[in-house]
């Protein structure tokens, strides 16, 4: 394919939410400024149709869809994500504070095309709480990571981290926005890396092309 064929395809990106949004508002930021070279964000789907995000999404004039589980079992719900994320032809998914854990079914649709951010250095803390979960171990660093999406609880394959000091006076609310302000510029820088593909994936490693 050439540059020229590729350009004029950008990588198609669909943002999962549940809540506040802002690495979502972070991504779509990036892509504005050209930070995330050749992609665009074609739609954003929130499983809440109460989350502050989704409001920020119509704003920015993207394209929003609420899927909300109400009684459904997961394979029901996640078809109909996947049917959306399908239909909008999407190449890669960002979780951006989506709360499910997703199955196997759909990580197979899109292997090594899911991203993840997590408030942590994983493996350390995963889960929920992690700020919460660091400060409580005592640890003197923290920080956050991005990831690929595996079966396992914030446990794939890591793309990219960045460290954030954890203060002797620090509260849950003041290290978590210590490590936001990371997240914002990490998930941006990882999920260029995806769409440029300069990468290898061998094993658990993700190993950036020189
Ligand atoms: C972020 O801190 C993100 O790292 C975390 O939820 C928050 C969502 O905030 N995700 C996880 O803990 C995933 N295990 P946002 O809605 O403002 O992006």
Redesign the pocket.
């Known amino acids: 394919m050439t540059l020229e064929h590729s350009r004029k395809n950008p990588k198609r990106l669909g943002i999962l939410?549940?809540?506040?949004?802002?690495?979502?508002?972070?991504l779509a930021e990036a892509v504005r400024e050209n930070r995330i070279p050749n992609a665009e964000i074609v739609l954003v789907v929130s499983d809440n149709a109460d989350?502050?995000?989704l409001s920020i999404a119509q704003d920015l004039g993207l394209n929003t869809v609420v899927i909300v589980r109400s009684g459904r079992n997961r394979e029901e719900h996640e078809r109909e994500i996947l049917g959306a994320l399908k239909e909008h032809e999407v190449d890669l998914v960002c979780?951006?504070?989506?709360?499910r854990l997703l199955s196997s079914d759909f990580i197979n649709d899109f292997r090594n095309r899911i991203l993840?951010?997590?408030?942590?250095l994983l493996p350390c803390f995963?889960?929920?709480?992690?700020?919460r979960q660091a400060i409580g171990h005592g640890v003197k660093w923290s920080g956050?990571t991005v990831h690929f999406v595996d079966e396992t609880?914030?446990g794939g394959p890591i793309i990219a981290q960045r460290i954030v000091p954890v203060l002797d006076g620090d509260t849950e609310e003041s290290l978590?926005a210590r490590?936001?302000v990371e997240?914002?510029r990490l998930y941006a820088e990882a999920v260029a890396l995806v769409v440029r593909g300069d990468f290898d994936v061998l094993g658990r490693r993700v190993i950036a092309k020189m």
């Open positions: 939410i549940s809540g506040r949004g802002s690495n979502m508002l972070a989350a502050a995000g979780l951006a504070g989506y709360m993840n951010i997590h408030p942590s995963p889960g929920l709480d992690a700020q956050c609880l914030d978590s490590i936001l997240e914002h």
